[in-house]
């Protein structure tokens, strides 16, 4: 049972250039999740999605998109990637109900615009 | 607004001593208080949650203690060891459908 995987774990990105970074998940979660983690300023939510084509904005949604054909992946896209969004990014998936306190993390994504 | 933070950003411990990581939280409204861990090159792990309603719960060499009063949440780890070392998030939400809100963090250092 492999949990949560993200790919790739290390990029790097020069300003202006696309990527998408992929979340997949083989627990049948309902919700997945998108978090940036920056030194300092703990877990901040990018996006998320309560079902398999939903999406919703989080708390720092801006320069991100996302999108949830399948349950069980769930992609974060930068369209123009800029400095400030050198991060480490984690995925997380959970089931909510009993289990909502429950995330199950990826190993996280490094990015490094440059 | 919402916001959950940390007294401290590092405590450093002896092995076999025990730890108590602290949390502030501001939003009383929150339902459920969790601790995450957080060992260097992973993702958070979950370790116990607490219902707004309950004052302590235990698990397995942890204690989550909740002071309503003051806002104050705890987290007691018996017997510290290496494997302890690690940042610890407290985070809130609300019952029904609410994201998480998550701290800034404290490490935790375990010295042999």
């Known amino acids: 049972n492999a949990g949560v995987t993200q790919t790739p774990k290390f990029r790097v990105l020069k300003t202006g250039q696309s990527m998408t970074l992929l979340c997949a998940q083989d627990?049948?979660?309902?919700?997945m999740y998108w978090y940036r983690q920056d030194p300092g300023m703990g877990l901040r939510l990018i996006h998320y999605?309560?079902?398999?084509?939903?999406?919703a904005k989080g708390e720092v949604p801006d320069g991100y998109n996302v999108s949830r054909l399948k349950k069980q992946n769930f992609l974060l896209g930068l369209e123009s990637a800029a400095p400030s969004q050198t991060s480490v990014y984690f995925c997380?998936?959970?089931?909510?109900?009993?289990?909502?306190?429950?995330?199950?993390f990826g190993a996280g994504s490094r990015l490094t615009v440059l | 607004g919402e916001s959950v933070g940390l007294h401290l950003p590092t405590l450093s411990v002896q092995e076999g001593d025990n730890s108590i990581i602290n949390c502030a939280y501001s939003?009383?409204?929150?339902?459920?208080f969790i601790w995450y861990k957080q060992e260097s090159g992973k993702g958070p792990q979950f370790i116990i949650d607490?219902?707004?309603?309950?004052d302590k719960r235990q698990g397995q060499r942890v204690t989550v203690l909740l002071n309503k009063t003051v806002k104050h949440l705890s987290l007691q780890i018996a017997a510290t060891q290496p494997g302890d070392s690690a940042v610890y998030f407290c985070?809130?939400?609300?019952?029904?459908?609410?994201?998480?809100?998550f701290g800034t963090g404290t490490r935790l250092l375990v010295s042999p």
């Open positions: 997380a998936s959970d089931q909510q109900g009993p289990g909502a306190n429950v995330l199950t």
């Open positions: 627990m049948n979660h309902e919700y």
């Open positions: 999605s309560v079902g398999e084509g939903t999406t």
């Open positions: 939003n009383s409204a929150s339902d459920y």
């Open positions: 607490i219902r707004s309603n309950m």
């Open positions: 985070a809130e939400r609300k019952t029904g459908f609410q994201k998480l809100v």
